[in-house]
C-alpha cells in the first residue's frame, strides 16, 4: 500500500496532466520559470495562461511545457518507442493506450484512454501518430494530434479530448548522443490554483523524457 503523502502527489499529478492543445490556442499571461533537473542535464521550462478549447465551455488554465534533455542511444531506438503504440503508457501514467491503424509508413491512428480519479471524468483521445525523418539534419520529429471528429471509443461516459497535441524533436549531436525536446501545452481536467501548477507541472515533461530515455537504452543481456 502506499504511503498517504505518495498517494495524494500521486493522485494530484493525474489530476493535473495530459490534455496537451495546439499552441496557436494559447494566450501568455505569465512570465516563463525554468528549471535545471538530473545533474544540469535537463531544463524544463513552463508558464501559465487561459484558453478556450472543445469539450468545456469556459475558460481554463493552461500551462505551456517544454523540456530539453540529453541522451547516450540511437535515433532509431527512440523511434522504436514511438512506434510501439503499447508502450505508450509507461511514458504518461494512468493512461490505456491501443494502437488503431497503419495509415502509412510513417503514421499510425492510437487511442488513449485517460483515467482520472473521481470526482472528475475520464479523457479519451483518437489522434494521429505522424514520424517525420530528416537524415540530412540527423534529427526526427513526432507529433501526436488529435483528430477533432473522432470515429472510436470504448468509455461512452468519457470526454472525447480533441485538442490533445504533443510535438518531440529528436536530434543526433554526435555519436550516440541524442538531444530530445519535448514541447506540449497542459489544460489541467481542473481551474487549480497557481501555486499548485507551478509546484507540481514541472514533474510532468521531466517524467516523459526520462521514461523515454529509460525505455530507449539497450541493455546488456
Same mark, same amino acid.
Given at each position: 500500500?502506499?504511503?498517504?503523502?505518495?498517494?495524494?502527489?500521486?493522485?494530484?499529478?493525474?489530476?493535473?496532466?495530459?490534455?496537451?492543445?495546439?499552441?496557436?490556442?494559447?494566450?501568455?499571461?505569465?512570465?516563463?520559470?525554468?528549471?535545471?533537473?538530473?545533474?544540469?542535464?535537463?531544463?524544463?521550462?513552463?508558464?501559465?495562461?487561459?484558453?478556450?478549447?472543445? /469539450?468545456?465551455? *469556459? !475558460?481554463?488554465?493552461?500551462?505551456?511545457? @517544454? &523540456?530539453? +534533455?540529453?541522451?547516450?542511444? %540511437?535515433?532509431?531506438?527512440?523511434?522504436?518507442?514511438?512506434?510501439?503504440?503499447?508502450?505508450?503508457?509507461?511514458?504518461?501514467?494512468?493512461?490505456?493506450?491501443?494502437?488503431?491503424?497503419?495509415?502509412?509508413?510513417?503514421?499510425?491512428?492510437?487511442?488513449?484512454?485517460?483515467?482520472?480519479?473521481?470526482?472528475?471524468?475520464?479523457?479519451?483521445?483518437?489522434?494521429?501518430?505522424?514520424?517525420?525523418? /530528416?537524415?540530412? *539534419? !540527423?534529427?526526427?520529429?513526432?507529433?501526436? @494530434? &488529435?483528430? +477533432?471528429?473522432?470515429?472510436? %471509443?470504448?468509455?461512452?461516459?468519457?470526454?472525447?479530448?480533441?485538442?490533445?497535441?504533443?510535438?518531440?524533436?529528436?536530434?543526433?549531436?554526435?555519436?550516440?548522443?541524442?538531444?530530445?525536446?519535448?514541447?506540449?501545452?497542459?489544460?489541467?481536467?481542473?481551474?487549480?490554483?497557481?501555486?499548485?501548477?507551478?509546484?507540481?507541472?514541472?514533474?510532468?515533461?521531466?517524467?516523459?523524457?526520462?521514461?523515454?530515455?529509460?525505455?530507449?537504452?539497450?541493455?546488456?543481456?
Amino acid at each position: 500500500m502506499k504511503p498517504k503523502n505518495q498517494t495524494f502527489r500521486h493522485n494530484l499529478l493525474t489530476i493535473l496532466a495530459l490534455g496537451l492543445v495546439p499552441a496557436s490556442l494559447y494566450s501568455l499571461d505569465q512570465p516563463w520559470r525554468e528549471r535545471i533537473m538530473d545533474d544540469g542535464t535537463t531544463t524544463v521550462r513552463w508558464t501559465i495562461g487561459e484558453t478556450e478549447h472543445s /469539450f468545456k465551455p *469556459e !475558460k481554463s488554465r493552461l500551462m505551456k511545457l @517544454t &523540456a530539453e +534533455t540529453v541522451h547516450r542511444g %540511437s535515433l532509431n531506438d527512440v523511434l522504436a518507442v514511438f512506434t510501439n503504440v503499447e508502450q505508450h503508457n509507461q511514458l504518461v501514467m494512468d493512461r490505456r493506450t491501443k494502437f488503431l491503424k497503419k495509415i502509412s509508413e510513417n503514421e499510425w491512428k492510437v487511442y488513449y484512454h485517460n483515467q482520472f480519479p473521481w470526482p472528475l471524468t475520464d479523457q479519451e483521445i483518437v489522434a494521429i501518430m505522424k514520424i517525420e525523418k /530528416f537524415p540530412s *539534419e !540527423k534529427k526526427a520529429r513526432v507529433e501526436i @494530434t &488529435a483528430l +477533432t471528429e473522432p470515429d472510436y %471509443s470504448e468509455v461512452k461516459e468519457a470526454v472525447k479530448n480533441k485538442d490533445y497535441s504533443a510535438v518531440f524533436e529528436i536530434q543526433e549531436t554526435g555519436e550516440s548522443e541524442l538531444k530530445i525536446k519535448l514541447v506540449s501545452n497542459c489544460l489541467p481536467p481542473v481551474r487549480a490554483p497557481e501555486w499548485i501548477l507551478n509546484r507540481t507541472y514541472h514533474t510532468i515533461p521531466h517524467r516523459i523524457v526520462s521514461k523515454l530515455k529509460k525505455f530507449s537504452t539497450k541493455t546488456d543481456p
